[in-house]
């Protein structure tokens, strides 16, 4: 793998976790930390060892924080959706 594309997903995971933490919304921080999880699996995966040590940091943040978040995420989606069946 291209260095340069390892270090931009790992980058990109980092953004999207510190993302999560300033959403607001249940749901858009529970999404943001598992579009955080893909991006920082594939340099897991496939980048060389400093990349891939990175990457692997990175999934297990934000894997962490996507089954800690999930609850707050389910409660969120519950009451909207009958907040829609009700109106």
């Given at each position: 793998?291209?260095?340069?594309?390892?270090?931009?997903?790992v980058?990109l995971?980092?953004i999207?976790?510190?993302?999560?933490?300033?959403?607001?919304?249940?749901a858009?921080?529970?999404?943001?930390f598992?579009?955080?999880a893909?991006s920082?699996?594939?340099?897991a995966?496939?980048?060389?060892?400093?990349?891939?040590?990175?990457?692997?940091?990175?999934?297990?943040?934000?894997?962490t924080?996507a089954?800690?978040?999930?609850?707050?995420?389910k409660?969120?989606?519950?009451?909207y959706?009958?907040h829609?069946?009700?109106?």
């Amino acid at each position: 793998m291209n260095p340069k594309s390892a270090s931009t997903l790992v980058w990109l995971a980092a953004i999207l976790v510190f993302l999560g933490f300033a959403g607001l919304n249940p749901a858009l921080s529970f999404i943001l930390f598992i579009l955080a999880a893909i991006s920082s699996a594939v340099p897991a995966l496939f980048a060389k060892k400093r990349l891939r040590i990175g990457g692997i940091i990175a999934f297990l943040i934000s894997v962490t924080l996507a089954v800690n978040s999930f609850p707050a995420y389910k409660h969120h989606m519950e009451q909207y959706r009958s907040h829609v069946l009700n109106h």
